[in-house]
T-cell receptor, first 111, second 113 residues
Framework: EDQVTQSPEALRLQEGESSSLNCSYT??????LFWYRQDPGKGPEFLFTLYSAGEEKEKERLKATLTKKESFLHITAPKPEDSATYLC????????????FGTGTRLLVSP | EPEVTQTPSHQVTQMGQEVILRCVPI?????FYWYRQILGQKVEFLVS????????KSEIFDDQFSVERPDGSNFTLKIRSTKLEDSAMYFC???????????FGQGTRLTVV
């Protein structure tokens, strides 16, 4: 069974204090690993797709990396508006594109 | 920017009643999904739909659930006889041809009382 574990569950940072979120996964053949941002009461907002080990993607203060067992979301010099829950999901090569999500990391950035 | 639209944003229903949740996926997308998120829990896959038929469904998606694309734009999720444990946020998502990232709507909060 495909599984995604995210850590930490919650993270509190001061504005400008860089950190990383972890996503460990087991999947029967990875098609893609996805990062989403979710604000309270809203739907997941797509951030990145990573397809193979060694791949990196960047967007503003966020950088996602991928190994064969885990992915990291690095947040550089975060701002209060980066406060959200960050979700990791995997998609297996078998199956019809369903996403298997982790429970997410709740990030709070204080000014 | 194209987006997935869901209605209503919040629905309250009596246990045992039927509900229909509605979604308008991004217009040129071909793959459609329903996910749900019980408060404080992870987002869970319910069903995927392609070429007017269910392509995959989870164990959650039992005989009480059904999906339909009644016309060229809407995609619906019906729950025939709601239970208390059906209370959750329901998200519709869609994917375009050749892409793997799914775009989600803002969700319908279903409360069963």
């Amino acid at each position: 069974e495909d599984q995604v574990t995210q850590s930490p569950e919650a993270l509190r940072l001061q504005e400008g204090e860089s950190s990383s979120l972890n996503c460990s996964y087991t999947v029967s053949g990875l098609r893609g690993l996805f990062w989403y941002r979710q604000d309270p009461g809203k739907g997941p907002e797509f951030l990145f797709t990573l397809y193979s080990a060694g791949e990196e993607k960047e967007k503003e203060r966020l950088k996602a990396t991928l190994t064969k067992k885990e992915s990291f979301l690095h947040i550089t010099a975060p701002k209060p508006e980066d406060s959200a829950t960050y979700l990791c999901a995997v998609q297996a090569r078998t199956g019809f594109q369903k996403l298997v999500f982790g429970t997410g990391t709740r990030l709070l950035v204080s000014p | 920017e194209p987006e997935v639209t869901q209605t209503p944003s919040h629905q309250v229903t009596q246990m045992g009643q039927e509900v229909i949740l509605r979604c308008v996926p991004i217009s040129n997308h071909l793959y459609f999904y329903w996910y749900r998120q019980i408060l404080g829990q992870k987002v869970e896959f319910l069903v995927s739909f392609y070429n007017n038929e269910i392509s995959e469904k989870s164990e959650i998606f039992d005989d009480q659930f059904s999906v339909e694309r009644p016309d060229g734009s809407n995609f619906t999720l019906k729950i025939r006889s709601t239970k208390l444990e059906d209370s959750a946020m329901y998200f519709c998502a869609s994917t375009g041809q050749g892409y793997t990232e799914a775009f989600f709507g803002q969700g319908t909060r279903l409360t069963v009382v």
